[in-house]
């Protein structure tokens, strides 16, 4: 009969740290999606505005041999991150791609320039900064137009920053109901065996004593939780790099390794604080409080 209710005991034991392991584990991947969120975000911000292009039209007059002497040139400019040589024979077919095989019919000789395209380092990529730029290039003499979408890049300045924003408020708000969350499911495991430690108070034991094996469950609770959300992290991660490979060309293991630090940092300090003030709150309770 007592083996019979040791078995129903543990197994009621074992279903509950399971139960609380896996909500402190998808609180976590919440708490790690946003922490991947707020550390890559200037990543991505510098990835989009520096896949932004800025074409530099030559002169029609100009030849091959003084476009590639203007690209070094527009290479060494402290703002330029990359260019390309855009010639008048892949420049037409570029229109041609465009605008049909026989847009050029209608003209005696191709009026599509020389040009350079090249994207900008991410400093470089608001209004002001694109003035400065603009009339850079446009001193050139090999230059006769300087073509950037400003209209874009301000639409994108400001987007970014409403984002930034949208961010912040999202990952306080899901960091404390990451909190709340947490410590409640905690507080419900600590509680549900409030009479053990009650009779551990009633033998003599010390608050110390009675919160050690509280603690250091607690603790590998945390861990165990921290790798099965860091798992699901991982497992999104390697999904989302199948659609947006591009993007992800910005996350480096630096990044993602101080996401799992955030995410077991997270989940030992939030499980082990909830265990010591549960703990600690119900060693005080004396018989009648309890049973509330």
């Known amino acids: 009969m007592v083996l019979n209710d040791n078995k129903i005991l543990r197994k009621r034991y074992v279903r ?15 708490v790690g999606i946003a922490a991947t969120l707020l550390v890559s975000q200037k990543s991505i911000t510098g990835y989009l505005k520096e896949n932004m292009q800025v074409s530099v039209m030559m002169k029609p007059q100009v030849g091959e041999s003084a476009a590639l002497k203007c690209k070094k040139t ?58 400065v730029v603009k009339s850079r ?29 949208f961010l912040a408020a999202l990952i306080s708000l899901l960091l404390f109901i990451s ?3 947490i410590n409640n499911t905690v507080r419900l495991s600590v509680h549900s065996r409030r009479f053990t430690i009650h009779t551990m108070k009633m033998v ?9 094996p509280f603690v250091l469950e607690s603790i590998f609770q945390g ?26 060309s910005v996350f480096t293991i630096g990044m993602l390794l101080t996401v799992i630090l ?13 265990t010591v003030v549960t ?11 309890l049973y509330i």
């Open 204 to 212: 003599g034991a010390t608050k110390a004593f009675i919160r050690r």
């Open 74 to 131: 527009i290479d060494g400019m402290a703002f330029t991150k990359s260019s390309s040589y855009i010639s008048k024979e892949q420049g037409a077919r570029e229109m041609a791609s465009l605008l049909g095989d026989d847009f050029l019919d209608v003209f005696e000789t191709s009026p599509i320039p020389i040009s350079v395209n090249l994207t900008l380092k991410a400093d470089y990529v608001t209004a002001d900064s694109l003035e």
């Open 262 to 274: 955030i995410v077991v940092g997270a989940g030992l300090l939030i499980c082990t604080l909830s």
């Open 179 to 181: 909190f709340v969350l």
């Open 137 to 165: 290039l446009g001193a050139l003499k090999e230059v006769s137009e300087v073509v950037c979408q400003q209209s874009l890049v301000e639409a994108l300045n400001s987007n970014l920053n409403k984002i930034s924003i």
């Open 16 to 30: 509950a740290f399971l139960s609380s392991v896996a909500s402190i584990a998808l609180v976590l991947f919440l």
């Open 279 to 289: 703990v600690n709150k119900l060693v005080g309770l004396d018989k009648a409080e």
């Open 223 to 248: 861990l165990f939780a921290s790798f099965l959300a860091v798992i699901f992290i991982l497992c999104s991660l390697v999904f989302l790099k199948g659609q947006f490979s591009q993007l992800f």
